[in-house]
């Protein structure tokens, strides 16, 4: 797992309830005092872990957690790969073209192993996207927390169908994204 996703994890707790949380959590994970660093990589098992104490801690179920976290992670993400994005995308043209622009520039450095999921995406109109995420980690509620997260960094509502789900035993996630109207929208 990139050092980006772990250092915003710790963020996402310490943002959302506070230090000594994300202490708890390390330590019921097994990880006591580890740091994370953005430029650096750490084993899935690290992430999944640290996903698992949150859930035994709080009581919260883990894919509701991933969520979350995916809706969190979205800014510092595009903070910091924003120079593949276009300034002139929407949200679904993001994520239409995350895996063509963002994930295989990534890939395409080689600064380490880090392995981005590999997206296909495919915008069929003007307010509909799909997405398939297929990935060993079978996080596909942070995908879809990312999802929303996108939505609400550009301003969308998007209304998500999970067309197929590997958690249910499929080989992929089919995620169709239909922006729907808001209030927010329609004030603009």
């Not at 009581?59 to 910091?80: A, C, M, Q, W």
């Not at 994005?85 to 192993?113: I, M």
């Not at 296909?120 to 997260?149: H, K, N, P, Q, T």
Request: net charge negative; proline share 3%.
């Amino acid at each position: 797992m990139h050092g980006i996703v772990m250092k915003a994890m710790k963020d996402f707790v310490v943002e959302t309830y506070d230090e000594s949380t994300w202490r708890a959590i390390q330590a019921e994970a097994g990880l006591d005092g580890k740091l994370y660093v953005p430029v650096s990589e750490y084993d899935d098992g690290e992430a999944l872990a640290l996903v698992a104490a949150a859930s035994a801690l709080s009581g919260e179920d883990e894919g509701d957690l991933l969520y979350e976290f995916g809706r969190f992670i979205v800014e510092p993400l595009v903070s910091t790969y924003g120079v593949h994005v276009e300034g002139e995308w929407s949200g679904l043209d993001l994520l239409a073209n995350v895996e063509t622009y963002v994930h295989e520039a990534l890939r395409a450095k080689r600064l380490s192993e880090f392995t981005p999921p590999e997206l296909e995406a495919e915008r069929v109109d003007e307010d509909v996207a799909v997405v398939r995420y297929g990935s060993d980690r079978e996080l596909c509620m942070l995908a879809e927390g990312i999802v929303d997260g996108v939505g609400e960094f550009y301003g969308d509502s998007y209304d998500i169908a999970h067309e197929t789900c590997q958690l249910e035993g499929d080989p992929h996630c089919d995620l169709v994204v239909r922006r729907v109207p808001n209030e927010r929208a329609a004030a603009d």
